[in-house]
């Protein structure tokens, strides 16, 4: 069965560190891009960060751009937010996406359960 496995929120400060990781099982991880999105109480579910199926090249919002960092570990099916310098704009439920463009021009798209990071003092 398709997983995406969110771990690593939390509590922490303004001004601090979290390490969020994603873990898939249940297909062929690196065949897919990888993303990180947010979804505040309220507001639209946004991007965050991506990155290609080699890791290659990265994308990030303009919001957390030199902040936040985006990897992965095909060996491991493992994708990874490292957030520093966290705002209590930050907070919100973080979602991991995989993603891949058929041949007839359709995605396939598979959504983690989320994970909650709360940055407050």
């Known amino acids: 069965q398709v997983q995406l496995v969110e771990s690593g929120g939390g509590l922490v400060q303004p001004g601090g560190s979290l390490r969020l990781s994603c873990v898939a099982s249940?297909?062929?991880?690196?065949?897919?891009?990888m993303s990180w999105w947010r979804q505040a109480p309220g507001k639209e579910r946004e991007s965050v960060a991506a990155i290609t199926t080699a890791g290659g090249s990265t994308f990030y919002a303009d919001s957390v751009k030199g902040r936040f960092t985006i990897s992965r570990d095909n060996g491991r099916n493992t994708v990874v937010l490292q957030m520093n310098s966290l705002k209590p704009a930050d907070t919100a439920v973080y979602f991991c996406?995989?993603?891949?463009?058929?041949?007839?021009?359709?995605?396939?798209?598979?959504w983690g359960q989320g994970t909650q990071v709360t940055v407050s003092s």
């Open positions: 249940g297909f062929t991880f690196s065949s897919y891009a």
């Open positions: 996406l995989a993603t891949k463009t058929l041949s007839g021009g359709n995605v396939e798209r598979y």
